[in-house]
């Protein structure tokens, strides 16, 4: 018996329509691949099917267990609804850390489905109700065999490597800033970071900029990275080098970028001089242990000296000319301002006496690309 609108009325149960199970909805799960090398991406996807127009509260999907591999998630899954079936499909980019064999866990999903009821009171009165039921459903699970590939190489697939540069023609202590782009089949994560080391120029670099999509069955990555060189002389950009394995042929090819000529225009290009003085010797008949009493006061002194300066810069929590070069060099390619602001802060490490820096607008560069900045600027 249950009340409805205010009467109590008998109900005998007539039928129950069951929507679980593999009458109504499915959970599977399939690779790219079986098998693969360390470092190669795969994807793995999850799909549920189920039947329109099903009476589902809700759904607590839980992903499979991903361990050793680097994953990455598409945060668009695919839908498609093709002869009264929903299929929805979530893809995730697998990228193996290590050889071995494994098994990726199955995936499971809860669902709180409405079960259809239908029943008559004594006065022959047909009511339908719906009764709540939780169903748990489990894909299968995957083996993946995952190989060394017995060489070292940068990126595993098939990429595209170039280079931009703002300008191969500069003026002394002006930026030159040069992109490096990557783009192909394959996972960018494992790029090296380049070193650059060029006598009299300062090198930054910025975060890399990295972008990955999913295909039907690879996945399309970008890389982008920003290098900055500042001189006050003619330099040499080194060649760029880049090993790439494909696993289609399993060759390696090195794609180079040749070496780059940048000018710097009003510098002078002087080499600089190495001066030697050479020390007279002579003690004028001092004796030894003089000079060692004294030396070992001297050192005594010192040490105290670098105790108390220490201590009383790490109160002051200054901001150093250095730090705000290496916080501004990011954002010179985009910010005129902050352009002018990095060459008058490199010309002044260097030792440039006539450069004077404007504290306040340097202030202001500095809160405006990073808010967390509020320590005082000498």
């Known amino acids: 018996m249950i009340k409805i609108l205010g009467r109590y009325l008998w109900i005998v149960a007539i039928s129950v329509s069951a929507i679980f199970g593999l009458d109504g909805i499915t959970l599977s799960m399939k690779s790219s691949k079986s098998s693969v090398l360390v470092g190669e991406p795969f994807i793995v996807t999850v799909i549920i099917s189920e039947k329109n127009g ?8 839980q992903k499979p267990d991903f361990s050793g591999f680097s994953v990455t998630e598409d945060k668009q899954p695919v839908t498609t609804i093709t002869n009264d079936i929903k299929r929805t499909e979530l893809r995730y980019m ?5 050889a071995g064999s494994f098994t990726i866990s199955p995936a499971r999903v809860e669902i709180v489905a409405q079960n259809s009821v239908q029943s008559i009171d004594f006065m022959g009165i047909t009511i339908e109700t719906s009764i709540p039921k939780i169903e748990n459903l489990v894909s299968n699970a995957l083996n993946i065999t995952v190989k060394d590939p017995n060489i070292q190489t940068d990126l595993i697939g098939n990429f595209d490597i170039s280079r931009n540069l703002s300008s191969t023609s500069t003026t002394a202590n002006k930026p030159v800033i040069m992109t490096l782009n990557i783009s192909g089949n394959g996972d960018v994560d494992s790029m090296r970071d380049l070193n650059f080391s060029i006598d009299g120029v300062t090198v930054y670099s910025q975060k890399a900029i990295t972008t990955k ?7 399309h990555s970008t890389y982008k990275k920003d290098y900055v060189f500042i ?20 060759q390696v090819t090195t794609k180079t970028i040749p070496a780059q000529n940048i000018i710097v225009n009003g510098s002078g290009n002087k080499d600089q001089e190495v001066v030697i003085s050479h020390a007279n010797n002579d003690s004028h008949g001092v004796p030894f242990w003089l000079y060692f009493i004294f030396g070992v006061i001297a050192t005594l002194f010192i040490l105290f000296l670098s105790r108390f300066v220490k201590i009383k810069k790490t109160k002051q929590k200054s901001l150093s000319m250095k730090n705000s070069l290496s916080q501004l060099m990011p954002y010179a390619k985009e910010d005129i301002e902050v352009e002018e602001m990095v060459k008058n802060l490199y ?13 306040k607008k340097l202030k202001e560069l500095l809160t405006k690309y990073n808010n967390s900045i509020k320590q005082k600027i000498y």
């Open 347 to 359: 010309a002044k490490q260097k030792g440039n006496k006539n450069i004077k820096i404007d504290k």
């Open 54 to 61: 099903l009476m589902i509260d809700g759904k607590n999907y």
């Open 213 to 219: 999509s999913f295909g039907a069955n690879e996945i």
């Open 94 to 98: 697998l990228t193996p850390q290590n």
């Open 231 to 250: 001189g006050d002389h003619n330099f040499t950009i080194p060649a760029i080098e880049i090993s790439v394995l494909n696993t289609s042929t399993m």
